[in-house]
T-cell receptor
Framework: QKEVEQDPGPLSVPEGAIVSLNCTYS??????FMWYRQYSRKGPELLMY????GNKEDGRFTAQVDKSSKYISLFIRDSQPSDSATYLC???????????FGGGTRLMVKP | GAVVSQHPSWVICKSGTSVKIECRSL??????MFWYRQFPKQSLMLMAT?????????EQGVEKDKFLINHASLTLSTLTVTSAHPEDSSFYIC????????????FGPGTRLTVL
C-alpha cells in the first residue's frame, strides 16, 4: 500500500462545476499538507498549504484536512478550462522535510 | 511565492555523455534542495535531498555515483547525470526550502532530459 493514495483520474467536468479532489494517507506523523497544480511539462505550482487539521480558503480553492480520518480534499469552485492540469497532493511530517506525493489526479474542464 | 529556476529547461545528449542541471533559488537562501524525477503520467519521485555544504542523502535505489549532487551555496544546487543512458531520459525537477520560505518548498520549472 502506498503511503499516499490519490485517484489518478482523469476527471472530466464541465466548465463552472465544483471539483472535489481527494487523497488518503497512512502516516499519522504527517502535519503539513499541500496541493500542487502541474501543467504538462512544467514544474509543480503550490496552490494550497495547510498545517494540521482544518479548512483553508483562497479564492475559488478550498483545502480541507481531516487528520482523524487521514483524508485531505481540495475543492475548486466555478471551474475553468484553465484549471485543466494534474493536481498533486503532498504531505510532510516537518517543515522543510521531504514531501511524500500522491500519484496525481488529471483534471479536464471542458468549455 | 519564491522563485526557483532550472537550467537548462531541456537537453538532448548522446548515450555515455554527462549532463549537468542547475537549480537556483533566486530570492531566498535555500538551506535544503530536493531533486525529483518524473516519468510521463507519473508522480514525482524523490531522488535525493541536499543540505548546503553537506553530502546529499539519496533515496533507496538511486545510484549516488550516477547522479552527482552538489549544493555548494545557499542559492545553487547541481545534479550531474553521469554516463547517461536512454533509460535516464526523464523530467528532472528541483525544489528549494529555507528558513525564510515560510515552511514551503518551491519548485523549479523542470528540465527535460532526452538521451539518444
Amino acid at each position: 500500500q502506498k503511503e499516499v493514495e490519490q485517484d489518478p483520474g482523469p476527471l472530466s467536468v464541465p466548465e463552472g462545476a465544483i471539483v472535489s479532489l481527494n487523497c488518503t494517507y497512512s502516516n499519522s506523523a504527517f502535519q503539513y499538507f499541500m496541493w500542487y497544480r502541474q501543467y504538462s511539462r512544467k514544474g509543480p505550482e503550490l496552490l494550497m498549504y495547510t498545517y494540521s487539521s482544518g479548512n483553508k480558503e483562497d479564492g475559488r480553492f478550498t483545502a480541507q484536512v481531516d487528520k482523524s480520518s487521514k483524508y485531505i480534499s481540495l475543492f475548486i469552485r466555478d471551474s475553468q478550462p484553465s484549471d485543466s492540469a494534474t493536481y498533486l497532493c503532498a504531505m510532510s511530517d516537518n517543515a522543510g522535510n521531504m514531501l511524500t506525493f500522491g500519484g496525481g489526479t488529471r483534471l479536464m474542464v471542458k468549455p | 511565492g519564491a522563485v526557483v529556476s532550472q537550467h537548462p529547461s531541456w537537453v538532448i545528449c548522446k548515450s555515455g555523455t554527462s549532463v549537468k542541471i542547475e537549480c537556483r533559488s533566486l530570492d531566498f537562501q535555500a538551506t535544503t534542495m530536493f531533486w525529483y524525477r518524473q516519468f510521463p503520467k507519473q508522480s514525482l519521485m524523490l531522488m535525493a535531498t541536499s543540505n548546503e555544504g553537506s553530502k546529499a542523502t539519496y533515496e533507496q535505489g538511486v545510484e549516488k555515483d550516477k547522479f552527482l549532487i552538489n549544493h555548494a551555496s545557499l542559492t545553487l544546487s547541481t545534479l550531474t547525470v553521469t554516463s547517461a543512458h536512454p533509460e535516464d531520459s526523464s523530467f528532472y525537477i528541483c525544489s528549494a526550502w529555507g528558513p525564510s520560505s515560510y515552511n514551503e518548498q518551491f519548485f523549479g520549472p523542470g528540465t527535460r532530459l532526452t538521451v539518444l
